[in-house]
């Protein structure tokens, strides 16, 4: 399985950008997929996940009605259209996949990450 995240960048408050993950090894039928992020002195956060099986969405609270994730299933690729970036979405966004399903996007025991790609958003 590999996962590789692109399209992050330096981008001023109110700005866009879209991360994509090109993943490989997986079925996007079977796998959970998202977008956790994870700022210098912070937890890791589950952003946006998409469920295997019945395609479900999850947003954390912060980015809803700004952020849309979404996959490509003939791509392999998994995006998140990130749109009004505050400063406090700065961090370093990771791709990862579970067998399976994890309706909270906890990002526990998923077995797959990406390297990431890091997000800065300036004030």
């Known amino acids: 399985v590999q996962l590789v995240e692109s399209g992050g960048g330096l981008v001023q408050a109110g700005g866009s950008l879209r991360l994509s993950c090109a993943t490989s090894?997986?079925?996007?039928?079977?796998?959970?997929i998202g977008w956790f992020r994870q700022a210098p002195g912070k937890e890791r956060e589950g952003v946006s996940c998409?469920?295997?099986?019945?395609?479900?969405?999850y947003y954390t609270d912060s980015v809803k009605g700004r952020f849309t994730i979404s996959s490509d299933n003939a791509k392999k690729t998994l995006y998140l259209q990130m749109n009004s970036l505050k400063p406090e979405d700065t961090a370093s966004y990771y791709c990862a996949a579970l067998l399976g399903v994890d309706a909270y996007c906890s990002g526990f025991g998923w077995p797959y990450w990406g390297e990431g790609t890091l997000v800065t958003v300036s004030s």
């Open positions: 090894g997986i079925s996007f039928d079977d796998y959970a």
């Open positions: 998409i469920g295997g099986s019945d395609g479900s969405t």
